[in-house]
């Protein structure tokens, strides 16, 4: 079974820093690429991030280019995401989704989310 | 960035109704364009993706159309589990988009 789940949200004051994780079982991690997709409190889905396989490939939202990083340790079966110099607006539920296999941008499993508040 | 615009923004129906969704583009994106459904506290599920395909263990009620710029979700007969919300997205571009959501409530 593909499970995926997410870790490291919490509060954070603006202009701080937060590492968020997310551990990958039941499938062959390596094969996939990976995406980070965030909704803010009542809000809409936005994507933030993706990554290819072998992390040859990686893009960011205008929103978050240069102040997120999204890294994978294949070895280890799992994908970050590096946060600073955060901002009230990136206050959401970050989800980890896995790209449909040869299908980049299908998200076909998700992990349930973890939250980041960013508040002063 | 492409844009994405569904309509309706909210969707009021009964069990056993027909609902159909749209969802425009602002370019040509080909077929490259997927559904969603999200329950409250919950994340989303693929429902449809490449436009038409349905993803596996979606039941058949759900139906996909469109290519270019212009697509529908179908629900053939709403079913209780069906109240939710709903988003497109396209993966034509790597800076993927999502459609604002559309509400489906109970009559």
């Known amino acids: 079974e593909v499970q995926l789940v997410e870790s490291g949200g919490g509060f954070v004051q603006p202009g701080g820093s937060l590492r968020l994780s997310c551990a990958a079982s039941g499938f062959t991690f390596s ?10 409190p009542g809000k809409g889905l936005e994507w933030v991030s993706y990554i290819s396989s ?28 590096q946060m600073i110099s955060l901002r009230a607006e990136d206050t959401a539920v970050y989800y980890c989704a896995r790209d449909k296999w040869d299908l980049p941008g299908d998200f076909d499993y998700w992990g349930q989310g973890t939250l980041v508040t960013v508040s002063s | 960035d492409i844009q994405m615009t569904q309509s ?33 506290g919950k994340a989303p599920k693929l429902l449809i993706y490449a436009a ?25 007969s709403l079913q209780p589990e069906d109240f939710a919300t709903y988003y497109c997205q396209q993966s034509y571009s790597s800076f993927y988009t999502f459609g604002q959501g559309t509400k489906l409530e109970i009559k």
């Open chain 1, 31 to 40: 094969s996939y690429s990976m995406n980070w997709v965030r909704q803010a």
């Open chain 1, 54 to 81: 072998s992390s040859s490939s990686i893009y960011y939202a205008d929103s978050v280019k240069g102040r997120f990083t999204i890294s994978r340790d294949n070895a280890n079966n799992s994908l970050s995401l």
């Open chain 2, 8 to 40: 309706p923004s909210s969707l009021s129906a009964s069990v056993g109704d027909r609902v159909t969704i749209t969802c425009r583009a602002s370019q040509s994106i080909s077929s490259y364009l997927n559904w969603y459904q999200q329950k409250p």
């Open chain 2, 52 to 76: 038409s395909s349905l993803q596996s263990g979606v039941p058949s009620r759900f139906s996909g159309s469109g290519s270019v710029t212009d697509f529908t979700l179908t629900i053939s």
